[in-house]
């Protein structure tokens, strides 16, 4: 459905109903997999420059964030790093600007 290869009408016949989509842009800050955007304050086995990692890319995110915006969507985005934030606002910013006037949930 984010690619675009499925299509919620695909699935009409069948009345599925997709109330949201979630996407999982990092992991936990506990885990060492939240993305940040300087690095842990107690390194990560030695590593004093390691920030975690997202997810998924940020451009990948702005990309499902839209496509989910512009099908009236809502999205939810697991974000517990500061960078993750930074990026998961940054493509819900981007999807509501592409839509002016369309309420903000959708």
Known sequence: MLSGQVALDDFAEARLSVPRVKIIADGSIQGYTGYLT????????????YRGYPS??????????????????????????????DDGLDAIEAAMDAHPGRPRGL
């Open 56 to 85: 998924v890319s940020r451009e990948a995110l702005f990309r499902q964030v839209a496509g989910l915006y512009e099908r009236r969507i809502p999205v939810a985005i697991h974000c517990n790093g500061d960078a993750s934030i």
């Open 38 to 49: 300087e690095p842990y304050y107690v390194p990560f086995k030695g590593d004093s420059t």
